[in-house]
């Protein structure tokens, strides 16, 4: 079924016309109701390829700008495939000067893909970035990071087989053909797991160190104070 503009009437059916989509702001999956259409002479006088269509989220109202192929063109219509490409999704973040550096490299692509929807390749990124935190991590480093990511999926609670392809992928020691093939909600499952995992390894004990430093720091300097004043 196509997504069809008329050239009286705009967007035949907004009911007809929502979207079922994770917004790329909330993180919601949400109706996307049409808020922006093209005038539909203007696109049967210039016929692009491509057509762009503003929705918004139900669920916190921001702006989705999504672009769909046309199917036909007719005599006052235009006809879209329902298939669509998001035009902009907010970057992924992370407090990267905590990670090794290799790590870091590695996992700063593999964000990179999934904020392009990328998916698969972003799975190869994932465990490439997961293989260079373990031998970071050192001796029974690949233990412990699999302890903190099992128990991400008990407070997740994540059944272990929806769980299975995320350890597959961090910590499989197979050929990279024996990914399993990702769709979005599966992709932004697995880089939350391989997020809490850092934080857990890398960023928590590095904040947490560099807090008590400071703190030592400010007794020893009142300790020095109160020496000088006694």
Avoid: W
Wanted: net charge negative; charged share 30%.
């Amino acid at each position: 079924m196509a997504i069809v503009i008329e050239e009286d009437q705009g967007i035949k059916s907004e009911l007809e016309e929502r979207i079922g989509l994770e917004c790329p702001y909330c993180g919601m999956y949400a109706h996307m109701a049409p808020q922006a259409v093209p005038d539909a002479a203007a696109l049967l006088r210039d016929r692009p390829k491509h057509v762009g269509l503003v929705y918004k989220c139900d669920a916190c109202d921001a702006p989705v700008f999504l672009r769909f192929a046309v199917k036909e063109y007719k005599d006052n219509r235009v006809e879209l495939y329902r298939n669509f490409v998001e035009l902009e999704r907010p970057k992924e973040r992370f407090a990267f000067s905590y990670l090794p550096n290799y790590t870091e490299v590695l996992f700063r692509e593999a964000l990179a893909c999934y904020s392009g929807n990328n998916f698969n390749a972003f799975a190869s990124m994932c465990r490439r970035a997961s293989i260079s935190a373990f031998d970071a991590l050192g001796e029974g480093g690949k233990l412990r990071a699999f302890e903190e990511v099992m128990v991400a999926q008990d407070i997740a609670g994540i059944d272990d087989e929806s769980f299975a392809p995320i350890k597959s992928v961090l910590f499989g020691s197979g050929t990279h053909e024996d990914l399993p093939v990702l769709t979005r909600a599966q992709g932004g499952i697995r880089l939350e797991v391989l997020k809490d995992m850092f934080y857990q390894c890398f960023v928590r004990r590095a904040k947490l160190t560099r807090a008590i430093k400071v703190r030592r720091f400010f007794v020893s300097e009142a300790n020095d104070e109160s020496l000088q004043s006694a």
